[in-house]
């Protein structure tokens, strides 16, 4: 990964002992392996779509870029990505952050809430938008592990 | 901000290495900073079955005096939301066993979730225990909170 570069950050958050953290874009720098598990909602235009799960490979460069590749059970059908997906991700101070990106297969713009955690050496993730629609077609969690 | 829970946990850890088989939790064990994961699902029982699913990402701040403090961000059936200011208190008895509560300012009802310390006190487990004082929660949920990863 360059593992580290996203443990540096955590580092001197708690090196700081106090309630300010330091946490920015070039935090994440390096790669993490993100499994998610998807649940269908039972609201929605895409309600009761039956669940997903997906494995990726997310490498972030520090400076606000994500590329991933990703495999994906979608209710039951598995797909590979073909080709690595480019997105964008944003950090606050606090290691909270927002993860975007379109799927080039289906054109699916999907958006992801995230907080870095404690030690920095995971980012926790949820579904937080898709398509910009009013409701996601599932809620998600998921943990993308830069070492363990 | 974080001084972790480890302060109990290691002292769980000298008794252990001591012989003695009993643990030393307490409220004041739980003093940091933990990232809280959390994904429901919904029952087929009360009076909110088929609710939807529900994914929460919270971290919780503990006082190690029994009183909590967070913002959580959920995506409640497909509509995500963020949530300030939230306040609660937990409860740690010797085992490490206890209880979060607090008051959903969203709904008005009150939430206790049912934890346990893990051995190395690096992460507390929650499941949703009371919703409301209804006699079914909504949905079940698994959690993790995470102090040291």
């Avoid at chain 1, 520090?62 to 797909?79: K, P, R």
């Avoid at chain 1, 101070?93 to 995971?122: M, Q, R």
Wanted: with cysteine; aromatic share 10%.
């Amino acid at each position: 990964m360059q593992s580290g570069a996203v443990i540096a950050g955590a580092i001197l958050w708690l090196g700081k002992g106090g309630a300010a953290s330091t946490f920015s874009l070039a935090s994440l720098n390096g790669t993490c392996v993100w499994q998610v598990l998807a649940i269908t909602t039972t609201s929605g235009v895409q309600a009761n779509t039956g669940p997903a799960t997906t494995l990726s490979e997310a490498t972030f460069d520090g400076a606000g870029h994500v590329t991933i590749e990703y495999d994906v059970n979608l209710d039951g059908t598995f797909t590979a990505t073909p080709a690595p997906i480019s997105g964008t991700y944003t950090v606050e101070a606090n290691g909270h952050g927002t993860l975007l990106y379109i799927n080039p297969s289906t054109g699916n713009t999907v958006d992801s809430d995230f907080f870095i955690t404690p030690l920095g050496k995971a980012i926790l993730t949820q579904t937080q938008g898709f398509n910009a629609q009013a409701v996601t077609p599932r809620v998600s969690n998921g943990t993308c592990i830069f070492s363990e | 901000m974080r001084r972790i829970i480890l302060p109990g946990a290691l002292l769980v850890l000298l008794l252990t290495s001591s012989g003695a088989s009993s643990a030393a939790y307490s409220v004041a064990s739980l003093n940091g900073t933990c990232l809280w994961d959390s994904l429901f699902y919904p029952t087929s029982s009360g009076i909110q079955n088929n609710a939807g699913p529900a994914a929460v990402l919270a971290p919780l701040s503990f006082d190690g005096a029994g009183h909590l403090s967070f913002t959580y961000d959920i995506n409640l059936n497909g509509t995500f939301s963020s949530t300030a200011n939230v306040r609660g208190t937990y409860t740690v008895d010797a085992t490490g066993r206890g209880t979060l509560s607090y008051n959903s300012p969203a709904t008005g009802k009150d939430l206790v979730f049912d934890f346990r310390i893990s051995p190395h006190g690096h992460v507390i487990r929650t499941i949703f225990e009371t919703y409301g004082g209804q006699p079914a929660t909504p949905r079940v949920g698994t959690g993790v909170c995470t102090f040291a990863e």
